[in-house]
């Protein structure tokens, strides 16, 4: 299985993805990145932002918002949109499967090996795939533990 890059690699790696676009890395951004950086929970825009005012209090929603287009854009992070609850950002935009949790809402990656996959999609049906998104819904252990109790 592959492993989550370090904490100072992600930073690294969406600063300097915006800074060689030509992006202006103002206090306000450079929070949002290293709240993304620690952060793998998928978080909402509002999450961001009720996190990042702990440190930056005069940020706006329309900021945070801005700051993940932005990054969005430049394929920095992957925006998940789902009908039944608040669009999530993810910062891994590997291919992997996000594993969602019915119940608590939670979004964890797996990151197992999916390089047969597109081999035998195209193999199969003659589509040559460019990338993917893959979900499973289920419930966590977390949730699972907490039902048998």
């Known amino acids: 299985m592959k492993k989550y ?17 030509g992006y202006k890395l103002t206090s306000q951004r450079l929070e949002i ?11 909402a825009a509002r999450d961001i932002l009720r ?13 945070v918002y801005y700051t993940l ?14 009908y039944d609850m608040d669009n999530r950002y993810d910062i891994n935009v590997t291919d992997h499967i996000n594993l969602v949790c019915t119940k608590c809402k939670k979004i964890s ?14 193999q199969e049906s003659g589509f040559k795939p460019a990338r993917m998104r893959f979900e499973y819904y289920g419930i966590c252990r977390n ?3 907490a039902k048998s109790r």
């Open 5 to 21: 890059p370090g904490v100072q690699e992600i930073e690294q790696k969406l600063v300097s993805g915006l800074r060689n676009k």
């Open 33 to 43: 990145i290293r709240l993304l950086a620690r952060d793998t929970s998928h978080p």
């Open 51 to 63: 996190k990042v005012r702990k440190t930056v209090p005069r940020i706006s929603l329309s900021t």
């Open 69 to 82: 287009d932005m990054m969005k854009k430049e394929g920095l992070l992957r925006e998940l949109e789902y």
């Open 109 to 122: 990656d797996y990151l197992g090996d999916l390089s047969s996959f597109p081999k035998a999609v195209e």
């Open 143 to 145: 949730c699972a533990s």
